[in-house]
């Protein structure tokens, strides 16, 4: 190294040396225990949480991702109409259900998966924030959710952000849904029924059937299963996630070759020309305030102010810490920006174009030098937000982050489909719902259909054995043998409207671990009066117990 770099290095690592990752805030009314902590990780990759058993806090925020979401779904924003200008893009949740767990198409979404209206955030870093979500609407005191009282004062916003979505209809609930449902379904629910390829400290915790009351009971002294004690699990292993081994965590504590020369000069542009180091303060890379980068017009969403109710926090939103931010592939509450290179782009040119309450710190980076930042330094920068602030734990799901296979990575939403179905009224064609896991004690099974004739009778046929038929110019995918177990029922929807029907059954799978293994076939029949045939039918649905 010569002297002249070596100089540099030094100057440029003691001004640095108090920017690592300051210590992380523990609130003392939920300290950290490993029993605790495996308890929150089995919880936070638990799909049995959700109401439809296909959707984990892991499905929304993934290490891969860098805590956010690999998937991208469009949202159409305030007009209803995708595409256009105010299409937003979030994370695909669960079907719209009713409060009996019955598929109720939505408005905008019908009876596909529902669209979250922001982004999902990391939540790697996020025991540093003393708010949650992107408007901060999970404050710092948590209060019990039963009780009604407040258990941590300051430094409980984790906490609350992990109950949030249990309850959220468009993310992992049914409507009308409670702790109650939440708390019973885990006292019956088989550990990680539905995942594979466990960690080994996941797998060591459930060996010999390990219970949830009895995992409860080694966290929390007592079996009981409560919302707070759900919280309080979930937010200790998320304190458990610690990314500070990124390549400048290795640069700060002394290692000069840990950022490459392009990174560090990309570490100095951030400091200097393109100042984002004046909201991204390095360390967390966030200063934990919220801003209107002139993104939206506040009409579209007022974020902060939602929460304060205070005009001046109109269209601020939190500033995300850039940790981990180059495995992102979705930027901004929007989620309308899917590389660093759009995300500069935008910071080039001053922000977003709305003046409404936006922030005077952001100001065009494209003057000429010394002010501005040019195609060089530019990359520079990339390459440091994009390398610099990786940690390889993270990119490679290395322990403490790695992770299961979710069942809902290997079962199609739409469940394993097969034959060809019959159209009906308007030349609709009913569609299976088959998408929720079969597994075994799953108290929230059901099997749906929609896109039929409203209001129409309708048969719900299962058997043990598939087919491929033809009778009445009615196509049959299950065979009629005289073993089939037949469920009659009327559909939901507008009667005669084309498309309207709906309906379901749910059941409870039954516990018997002699039905491991077997295979179901579904066909839904409708008892359809507008097509010459009298019928219409879906394709065939094949469901596996487990």
């Not at 984990?56 to 109409?81: K, Y």
């Not at 109720?104 to 996020?126: E, M, N």
């Not at 660093?340 to 936006?358: M, W």
């Amino acid at each position: 190294m010569t002297t002249m770099r070596l100089s540099f290095f030094l100057a440029l690592a003691s001004s640095l040396a108090a920017q690592a990752l300051p210590p992380q805030p523990v609130p003392p009314q939920n300290p950290i225990t490993p029993q605790k902590a495996i308890l929150g990780k089995l919880l936070f990759w638990e799909e049995q949480l959700s109401s439809n058993n296909r959707v984990a806090c892991g499905t929304c925020h993934t290490f891969a991702a860098g805590g956010g979401d690999l998937r991208r779904a469009a949202h159409p924003g305030p007009d209803g109409v995708t595409p256009s200008p105010d299409d937003k893009f979030g994370s695909p949740g669960v079907p719209r259900s009713n409060a009996q767990n019955e598929y109720l198409p939505d408005a905008v979404f019908g009876t596909a998966p529902q669209v979250t209206g922001r982004a999902s955030p990391s939540f790697l870093t996020a025991a540093w924030f003393p708010e949650m979500f992107w408007d901060g609407r999970a404050r710092s005191n948590f209060v019990d959710p039963d009780t009604g009282v407040t258990t941590i004062q300051n430094g409980g916003a984790l906490e609350n952000q992990a109950l949030g979505p249990l309850l959220a209809h468009d993310e992992m609930a049914h409507d009308a849904r409670t702790f109650a449902n939440v708390t019973a379904k885990l006292q019956s629910a088989k550990p990680m029924a539905l995942a594979t390829n466990l960690p080994a400290d996941m797998a060591a915790a459930i060996a010999g059937g390990t219970t949830y009351p009895a995992l409860f009971q080694a966290a929390f002294g007592t079996p009981d299963i409560t919302a707070q004690r759900i919280a309080y699990a979930l937010a200790t292993y998320q304190r458990t996630l610690v990314p500070n081994q990124t390549p400048y965590d290795l640069f700060v504590a002394g290692n000069p070759n840990a950022l490459t020369p392009q990174q560090q000069n990309g570490l100095a542009v951030f400091n200097g020309p393109a100042r984002c180091n004046l909201c991204h303060t390095p360390g967390l890379f966030s200063d934990r305030q919220f801003r209107n980068l002139g993104l939206r017009p506040i009409a579209q969403d007022n974020g902060r102010q939602a929460v304060t109710g205070l005009a001046s926090d109109g269209g601020k939103f939190k500033v995300p810490s850039l940790r981990n931010v180059g495995l992102r592939t979705s930027f901004m509450h929007t989620g309308q920006f899917t590389t660093l290179g759009q995300v500069f782009g935008f910071y080039l040119n001053g922000g977003g174009p709305n003046l409404q309450n936006k922030d005077p710190l952001l100001q065009p980076l494209n003057g000429p030098p010394p002010g501005g930042v040019p195609p060089q330094a530019a990359n520079d920068l990339i390459n440091f937000l994009q390398n610099g602030l990786t940690d390889p734990r993270v990119a490679n799901g290395l322990p403490p982050f790695d992770r299961p296979t979710l069942r809902s990575q290997l079962l199609p939403e739409l469940g394993t489909l097969y034959g060809v179905g019959s159209a009906g009224t308007g030349g609709r064609v009913p569609q299976m719902l088959a998408g929720v896991p079969a597994n075994l004690g799953n108290v929230d099974w059901k099997l749906g259909v929609t896109n039929a004739r409203g209001g129409a009778p309708s048969t719900l046929v299962l058997n043990l054995f598939p087919t491929s038929a033809t009778i009445g110019g009615v196509n049959l995918n299950v065979l009629l043998n005289g073993g089939e177990l037949v469920v009659p029922g009327v559909l939901g929807g507008t009667p005669g409207v084309a498309g309207a029907g709906h309906g379901s059954l749910r059941l409870t799978v039954p516990n018997d671990p002699g039905l491991a293994g077997l295979v179901l076939f579904a066909q839904w029949f409708v008892w359809d009066t507008g097509v010459p045939a009298g019928a219409a039918t879906s394709r065939g649905g094949q469901i596996a117990l487990f």
